[in-house]
């Protein structure tokens, strides 16, 4: 039978409309980047046809041949570039992995400690509206109140209270350099599992500008689609003595068949992440964050823990405008054609959908090739539209600026 011809106008005009938008606008959403036009052909691959139930060697279904190598590539060079024993590269999402290695090390109603998520933490740490919270006793600790930053004797304190069954370290909001080692000591003064949800720096650790969890954790969990830069979705890496149990989770715990396509894009994407050229792209997504947050705090911003270590920092509006929301200001930002979203400040005191801060992130302008001076600009053009967020004209003309600014650096000018 021949291909449907219908021509499908309306995916194919959306489509043109979104590489406008990637292209001549700021994305400057922490989670977000721009992948690779390899990872991307790969996610397009005849990949997609495949079912594999399954691991490589043991799967349901005939005609794994060439997927089982497929698979086999990604875990090898995932292992290899993040030094751990045993990799799972089959959850389709961060949120997928995490709760597989739940259900593998623990039992309804177990104890875990996770850091809050009005503090930084992730809706798979425990929150009530998420399954993990719905099916586990979490326990949230938090940033200190003077710092803003994790404060491992309250965490331990908490510990030895909760004797929890798992530690969960790692965040989604959070601009700090994570120290895996104080987490184990923690961990293992009360006999506890270790998990450390790389899901944000990923990308860091494997261009070796943050610490490597691994060697501290009995798991880490990630997503691909976030500074790692590659396809969406997510990645288990455990101690030999976990392998087991977390495969069994994922398939037939969590999941179904595997989206083999997926695992060729995470594949490539490993491949590029132990490149030199990577080593660069991470130092220089942390040095933009840190460019980007001094020009922020000369523009009247007050940055949450005073600065950022990482690929990310939380602004508080507060400082720049009594008023100002994060609801606000991420609408009328979008106007301008710079991305980012609203997030709770540490104790805010405006609603989570409403907020009184900013989370802005480098990874995708970086990948796009902007560096310090681009920085300095966007702080500018943010602090602008903010100033003037009443006046539709001034903020369209910012608009045009930040079209002028974008395109030099567009990362798909082809499409
Ligand atoms: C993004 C994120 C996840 C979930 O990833 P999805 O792919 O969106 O499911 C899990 N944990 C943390 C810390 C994250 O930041």
Same mark, same amino acid.
């Given at each position: ?8 106008? +309306? ?74 024993? #045993? ?74 209270? #909760? ?36 899901? #944000? ?13 691994? &060697?501290?954790? +009995?798991?880490?969990?990630? =997503? ?14 455990? =101690? ?84 100002? =929301? ?25 609603? &989570? ?59 798909? &000018?082809?499409?």
């Amino acid at each position: 039978m021949p291909w449907p011809t219908l021509p499908d106008d +309306d995916i194919v005009r959306l489509t043109e409309a979104e590489v406008i938008r990637q292209n001549t606008a700021l994305q400057l959403i922490a989670s977000e980047n721009f992948a690779s036009p390899a990872v991307m052909r790969a996610t397009g691959s005849v990949f997609t046809n495949k079912y594999s139930e399954g691991y490589p060697g043991r799967r349901y279904y005939g005609g794994n041949q060439v997927v089982d190598e497929v698979e086999e590539l990604a875990r090898t060079r995932v292992c290899a570039l993040f030094g751990a024993d #045993h990799a799972n590269v089959q959850p389709h999402a961060g949120a997928n992995a995490n709760m597989a290695v739940y259900q593998a090390l623990l039992e309804p109603g177990d104890t875990v400690l996770g850091l809050s998520l009005d503090h930084g933490g992730h809706l798979t740490h425990g929150s009530p509206v998420n399954s993990s919270g719905l099916m586990y006793n979490f326990i949230g600790y938090r940033v200190s109140e003077s710092d803003e930053r994790l404060e491992m004797d309250a965490v331990a304190e908490l510990a030895a209270k #909760h004797r929890p069954k798992l530690i969960v370290a790692g965040a989604t909001a959070y601009p700090r350099t994570i120290e895996p080692e104080p987490f184990r000591k923690v961990a293992d003064e009360v006999g506890a599992l270790l998990m450390f949800d790389a899901a #944000h720096i990923a990308g860091l650790i494997a261009g070796g500008v943050h610490p490597n969890p691994v &060697p501290f954790c +009995d798991v880490v969990t990630f =997503t691909t689609h976030k500074t790692l830069r590659g396809p969406r979705g997510g990645c288990i890496l455990s =101690t030999s003595e976990h392998a087991a149990a977390i495969d069994k989770a994922v398939f037939p715990g969590q999941q179904g068949g595997p989206q083999e396509h997926s695992i060729a894009a995470k594949a490539v994407a490993f491949a590029e992440a132990s490149t030199e050229e990577f080593k660069v792209y991470s130092a220089q997504i942390v040095a933009n964050a840190s460019a980007l947050a001094e020009a922020l705090a000369g523009e009247g911003f007050r940055l949450v823990s005073g600065g950022t270590d990482n690929h990310l920092m939380l602004v508080d509006l507060r400082s720049f405008d009594e008023e100002l =929301t994060g609801k606000e200001a991420q609408i009328v930002l979008d106007e301008a054609g710079i991305t980012l979203n609203r997030n709770s400040i540490p104790d805010d005191p405006r609603s &989570p959908f409403v907020t009184s801060g900013l989370r802005i992130g480098t990874p995708a302008v970086t990948t796009q090739g902007m560096k310090e001076p681009e920085m300095a600009e966007i702080a500018r053009l943010m602090a602008a539209t903010l100033r003037q967020r009443t006046d539709a004209a001034a903020v369209a003309s910012l608009r045009e600026e930040v079209r002028n600014l974008c395109e030099p650096f567009a990362p798909y &000018p082809e499409m």
